[in-house]
């Protein structure tokens, strides 16, 4: 089973940027790829997928904002997030598409000014 391990998160403005990776611990080049999030006293709803065609599809609600990536020979997948809102805050995790029973911890990111 692949472990993946997010990282990027953290604390920006409206209107900003930045880059999350989600590190596999295991080849991916197989897999169809996804990131997620969940904010508080929401359910967690998937962003954006990363097909292993190369292939890339996103949610109505961050099309044109996020841009899902993917470097096989690094067995990570990155997302890209520019023109961030404060409805984007929430714990972004990476996971297989169809998701497996394993989610890592996630990273949070928080959009405030």
């Known amino acids: 089973q692949v472990r993946l391990v997010e990282s990027g998160g953290g604390l920006v403005q409206p209107g900003g940027s930045l880059r999350l990776s989600c590190a596999a611990s295991?080849?991916?080049?197989?897999?169809?790829m996804a990131w997620h999030r969940q904010a508080p006293g929401k359910q967690r709803e998937l962003v954006a997928l990363?097909?292993?065609?190369?292939?890339?599809g996103y949610a109505d609600s961050v099309q044109g904002r996020f841009t899902i990536s993917r470097d096989n020979t690094k067995n990570t997948v990155y997302l890209q997030i520019d023109s961030l809102k404060p409805e984007d805050t929430a714990v972004y995790y990476c996971?297989?598409?169809?998701?497996?029973?394993?989610w890592g911890q996630g990273t949070q990111v928080t959009v405030s000014s």
């Open positions: 996971n297989t598409h169809p998701p497996s029973a394993y």
């Open positions: 295991g080849n991916i080049f197989t897999y169809n």
């Open positions: 990363s097909l292993s065609s190369g292939s890339t």
